[in-house]
């Protein structure tokens, strides 16, 4: 994402910031997309919610950029989206991010445009506008949305979870199988969202799918970044 802009002005995003100062950037960015972005007053809590997603998925930006997958960090974005559209009461915002996220997709996939660590955090920046603007404060709708996230917020603790140091799939088939994976995760955690009746419901069952992501995904991929 960087790599458009000129030298003087990528060469501090390019650079790799301390991690807490990558943590503190992102939960001020978090913030400011759910109170001042968003603009949706019901949602205080939100604003804490979009405060640490950001935050964190700053502090292992540069991990996930790195992750090899079909379609790179946009696809998971896309296939959150997609969770999303299926997840939240106001989808019409959705359709648009949809589109453009596509374009990212396509611009991985023929080798126009690398995904870096800001790229991560972008993707998660606008996602976490489409969860604080769609959801119209019902809970379980939120807790939804934010699982949606998945390997977009969750891929740098993937690598460390216990489990055995080669992935059970092919080398040559393993991108495509961790966008896959991702997808399917993502997207049935989503249209949950749609028909759970609670939070406590609806977090459960989220803690579940995420488990069962993170679990099958270190499979896969094994010990490698």
Same mark, same amino acid.
């Given at each position: 994402?960087?790599?458009?802009?000129?030298?003087?002005?990528?060469?501090?995003?390019? *650079?790799?910031?301390?991690?807490?100062? +990558?943590?503190?950037? %992102?939960v001020v960015l978090g913030w400011f997309v759910a109170a001042w972005v968003a603009d949706v007053p019901y949602s205080r809590w939100g604003n804490v919610a979009a405060a640490v997603t950001l935050g964190v998925t700053a502090l292992g930006a540069p991990v996930t950029a790195r992750? +090899?997958?079909?379609?790179?960090?946009?696809?998971?974005?896309?296939?959150?989206?997609?969770?999303?559209?299926?997840?939240?009461?106001?989808?019409?915002?959705? =359709?648009?991010?949809?589109?453009?996220?596509?374009?990212?997709?396509?611009?991985?996939?023929?080798?126009?445009? +690398?995904?870096?660590?800001?790229?991560?955090?972008?993707?998660? %920046?606008?996602?976490?506008?489409?969860?604080?603007?769609?959801?119209?404060?019902?809970?379980?709708?939120?807790?939804?949305?934010?699982?949606?996230?998945? @390997?977009?917020?969750?891929?740098?603790?993937?690598?460390?979870?216990?489990?055995?140091?080669?992935?059970?799939?092919?080398?040559?088939?393993?991108?495509?199988? @961790?966008?896959?994976?991702?997808?399917?995760?993502?997207?049935?955690?989503?249209?949950?969202?749609?028909?759970? *009746? *609670?939070?406590?419901?609806?977090?459960?069952?989220?803690?579940?799918?995420?488990?069962?992501? @993170?679990?099958?995904?270190? =499979?896969?991929?094994?010990?490698?970044?």
């Amino acid at each position: 994402m960087t790599a458009v802009l000129p030298d003087r002005w990528r060469r501090p995003f390019a *650079s790799d910031w301390p991690p807490v100062i +990558r943590a503190v950037v %992102g939960v001020v960015l978090g913030w400011f997309v759910a109170a001042w972005v968003a603009d949706v007053p019901y949602s205080r809590w939100g604003n804490v919610a979009a405060a640490v997603t950001l935050g964190v998925t700053a502090l292992g930006a540069p991990v996930t950029a790195r992750v +090899r997958t079909l379609g790179g960090p946009p696809a998971w974005g896309l296939a959150s989206a997609i969770g999303l559209y299926l997840g939240v009461p106001e989808t019409n915002h959705i =359709l648009g991010l949809g589109a453009g996220l596509g374009v990212l997709v396509l611009a991985e996939l023929t080798g126009r445009c +690398r995904g870096d660590a800001l790229t991560v955090v972008a993707l998660a %920046g606008v996602l976490v506008w489409a969860i604080t603007f769609g959801t119209g404060g019902r809970g379980p709708a939120a807790v939804a949305g934010y699982a949606t996230l998945g @390997l977009l917020v969750s891929w740098p603790v993937v690598p460390r979870l216990p489990g055995p140091r080669r992935g059970l799939v092919p080398a040559a088939t393993r991108p495509a199988v @961790l966008t896959a994976v991702d997808a399917v995760a993502v997207v049935l955690i989503g249209r949950r969202g749609a028909t759970a *009746s *609670s939070v406590a419901e609806m977090a459960v069952i989220a803690a579940l799918g995420w488990v069962a992501l @993170l679990v099958v995904a270190r =499979l896969v991929n094994g010990v490698r970044p």
